[in-house]
Every structure is written in C-alpha cells, then in structure tokens.
C-alpha cells in the first residue's frame, strides 16, 4: 500500500522528491515538505494534518505523533493496513493541500496551472 502512496504523492502537480535519513523518500510542493515514506522495512509513512485531523488520527491504534514534526501536526502510520488505500490518498491530498496554500500566490498560480494543464 506504501507503494502505492509512494505513486499518489509522485502523482500530485509540481511536487520533487529528496531521499534523506535512514533511506526516507520525502515529498516537497514548493519547497516545502507535506510527506516522508521510509523505503526500509519497517514501512512508514508520515504527513502533514491539520489540527483537527492530527488528533483524530493519533486516537487511532498504529497512528502516532511524527517524531520531530508532531508540534506541526504530523503523524505517522507505523504499519501499512492502518488506513484504507483510498483514506490514505485522501490525507495525503489534504497535506499536499495544506502546504500549497501555504505558498505565495505566485507560486500557487503556477502550480493550479500544472494542475489543469493536466487535469
């Protein structure tokens, strides 16, 4: 399932990649980092949620606080079967959302143009 995430992310509009830290691919939008997915065993994946979100999912068994990045509200799935395929893609949309309005509008418009030039 990680796989498919690590396919999800590579999908979005203007996002790069950078593998750091124990062999951790991680996914930036302008810039600016929304996910990590380590590509060692164990599998992890972790995202940016908002605050809402952030404390639904760390109820959650299998879902915890992203070390290092829990005060910006990210989380960490430890195991793969913790979130449906289809969830995961939807939280990985909203972090992936959350850091694009975070951007200048500058780079904002250029990204919603990738967006409907591919849509």
């Known amino acids: 399932m990680f796989d ?15 593998k750091k830290w124990d062999n951790e691919l991680r996914f930036f939008v302008g810039e600016k980092l929304f996910c990590m997915i380590s590509l060692d065993p164990p599998q992890r ?18 879902i915890v606080p ?8 990210w989380v ?9 395929g289809p969830e995961l893609e939807h939280f990985l949309h909203d972090a992936y959302d959350l ?7 500058y780079e904002q418009e250029e990204i919603e143009k990738l967006r409907k030039l591919n849509a």
């Not at 972790?46 to 959650?60: E, V």
């Not at 960490?76 to 449906?84: C, G, H, K, T």
């Open 99 to 105: 850091i694009l309005r975070s951007l200048p509008p």
């Open 66 to 73: 992203a070390p290092h990045l829990a005060r910006y509200h």
């Open 45 to 62: 994946v972790s995202f940016k949620c908002t605050p809402n979100q952030y404390h639904q999912l760390i109820a959650k068994r299998g």
């Open 76 to 84: 960490q799935l430890q195991q793969e079967d913790i979130l449906p």
């Open 4 to 18: 498919n995430a690590l396919d999800f992310c590579q999908s979005l509009p203007a996002v790069t990649t950078d």
